[in-house]
């Protein structure tokens, strides 16, 4: 099975902190992506990569930004938090493949205060 | 622009009775469309997907889907719900013509189920 793993299931930080988010994935997935989660809106793409070093910004990307410098690990970053960046996060990858689903971490539920 | 729509933003059902979640999409090409169920606290696991072929779809969980063209849907259905199967669900819709494998998500509905 595919597993993609996010290194916190929830988070509490500060305002104008720099806060990271870690995802690991094990399935050799080209594909990654960082999606913010909030009720009633389902789920907006924040950016993804499709190879090592490249990314592509999603459809909210203001107030982020995000690294991959290895194949299996795509960090979010904020770069100075402020409270209505307080959501959950989740990750997923996925094949090349345009027909390929996309696999999910549990998600991150990260505070600002 | 590619989009999806979930009308039903809650839906409550009785254990035991039949389920069906309404998806509609826009999409400029043959779609790629996909359910996934999210329990509480929990990622996004995928149910069923549809990439062409069959009309009608088999997922996991008893779950099935049917794709129109005509209507632009992709409707969910159970035939008797478990109260198990509460949970948000979520319809999403790619493409070939999508880079990078993209989807876009509909708002979700929110499955309360009943004893």
């Known amino acids: 099975d595919v597993k993609v793993t996010q290194s916190s299931r929830y988070l509490v930080k500060r305002t104008g902190e720099k806060v990271f988010l870690e995802c690991v994935q094990d399935m050799d997935h080209e594909n990654m992506f960082w999606y913010r989660q909030d009720p009633g809106l389902g789920l907006r793409l924040i950016y993804f990569s499709y190879d090592v070093k490249m990314k592509e910004k999603g459809d909210i990307p203001e107030g982020y930004s995000v690294s991959r410098e290895k194949k299996e690990r795509f960090s979010l970053i904020l770069e100075s938090a402020s409270t209505n960046q307080t959501s959950m996060y989740l990750c997923?990858?996925?094949?090349?493949?345009?027909?390929?689903?996309?696999?999910f971490g549990d998600g991150t539920r990260l505070s600002i205060l | 622009a590619q989009s999806v729509t979930q009308p039903d933003i809650h839906i409550t059902v009785s254990e035991g009775a039949s389920l069906e979640l309404r998806c509609n999409y826009s999409y400029g090409a043959t779609p790629y469309l996909f359910w996934y169920v999210q329990s509480p606290g929990q990622g996004l696991q995928l149910l069923l997907k549809y990439f062409s072929g069959d009309t009608l779809v088999q997922g996991i969980k008893g779950f099935e889907a049917e794709f129109k063209r005509s209507q632009s849907s992709f409707n969910l259905r159970k035939p008797s719900v478990h109260w198990s199967d509460a949970a948000e669900y979520f319809c999403?819709?790619?493409?070939?013509?999508?880079?990078?494998?993209?989807?876009?998500f509909g708002g979700g509905t929110r499955v309360l189920v009943k004893p």
């Open positions: 997923a990858s996925s094949p090349r493949q345009g027909n390929q689903p996309q696999h």
């Open positions: 999403a819709v790619g493409g070939a013509r999508t880079a990078g494998n993209k989807l876009t």
